[in-house]
């Protein structure tokens, strides 16, 4: 249960307007293209961050600029091995922005989980600042820029506010 509730201070491996950094500690699992359908409605990079028992559970901006918009979307709490879960599951979509991009996050819940909190309201917002979290952990979603030059794989650990996930060309 500790590891659920720890909040340890994380300062980003780069900053800048041009960067993007992990919101969520976990691993990597998914790096598709994909249309980001909540808040743009444009072609983007879709990074899914599956969150393990022993990661911590609180979601950080991804970048430096405005938290613009959240959507909370109430659904099922299935296993997240299910095919459906992202799609039916308990969300909370947040969208980030900047001058130079567009970001968004998906917290979803999972069959355990039963609650996702948002702390941030809307308005500026720093990189790696505290926004929310899944209680008892899940999955995360980041939608980013096509052009995103890439510093992430599928199978990393990465960690929420530190790990670098790329750069805005």
């Given at each position: ?54 990661d911590n559970h609180i979601q950080r901006?991804?970048i430096e600029g405005i938290l613009k918009e959240t959507k ?98």
């Amino acid at each position: 249960m500790v590891y659920f509730f720890l909040n340890p201070e994380r300062i980003p491996d780069e900053s800048g307007n041009d960067v993007i950094i992990s919101p969520a500690d976990g691993e990597i699992i998914e790096i598709i293209e994909t249309k980001e359908e909540f808040f743009t409605n444009t072609d983007m990079i879709k990074i899914s961050i599956r969150l393990g028992l022993l990661d911590n559970h609180i979601q950080r901006s991804p970048i430096e600029g405005i938290l613009k918009e959240t959507k909370y979307v109430h659904g099922e709490f299935l296993a997240l091995s299910s095919e459906k879960a992202s799609e039916l599951n308990e969300q909370n979509r947040t969208l980030f922005e900047n001058e130079n991009m567009s970001v968004v996050t998906n917290q979803i819940a999972g069959f355990i989980t039963r609650r996702i909190v948002n702390w941030h309201s809307e308005g500026n917002i720093s990189l790696a600042s505290r926004y929310g979290m899944i209680m008892f952990g899940s999955q995360v979603d980041v939608y980013i820029p096509k052009e995103t030059t890439l510093k992430v794989i599928v199978g990393e650990k990465i960690k929420a506010g530190e790990s670098l996930i790329g750069f805005v060309k």
